[in-house]
């Protein structure tokens, strides 16, 4: 599973099976038992969340739209 970096703690990653066909360009973000999942387009939308809270939803969301177009280019280069 490629990790593409770390954040406070947090994972942001995908995996190397990401479905068949594969799932749009997506990135999970894990902690502690934590996880969730941000779809990358066409709009940073929260695909799934277990266990964070919410106002850990929305600094993660705020940071996947900051870093949006290197986890697109990390996704992209992977997939390629």
Known sequence: M???FRWKGHRFHFFANEGDPREPAH??????GATAKFWLSPEVE???DRNFDARTIKRLQ???????A???D???????
């Not at 990135?27 to 502690?32: D, K, P």
């Not at 705020?62 to 949006?68: P, T």
């Not at 990390?74 to 390629?80: E, H, L, P």
Request: hydrophobic letters at 50%; a negative charge.
């Open 62 to 68: 705020e940071v996947v739209e900051e870093r949006r």
């Open 27 to 32: 990135i999970h973000v894990s902690r502690a």
């Open 46 to 48: 929260l695909a799934y």
């Open 2 to 4: 490629p990790v593409v």
């Open 70 to 72: 290197e986890l697109e």
């Open 74 to 80: 990390a996704w992209n280069d992977f997939f390629a």
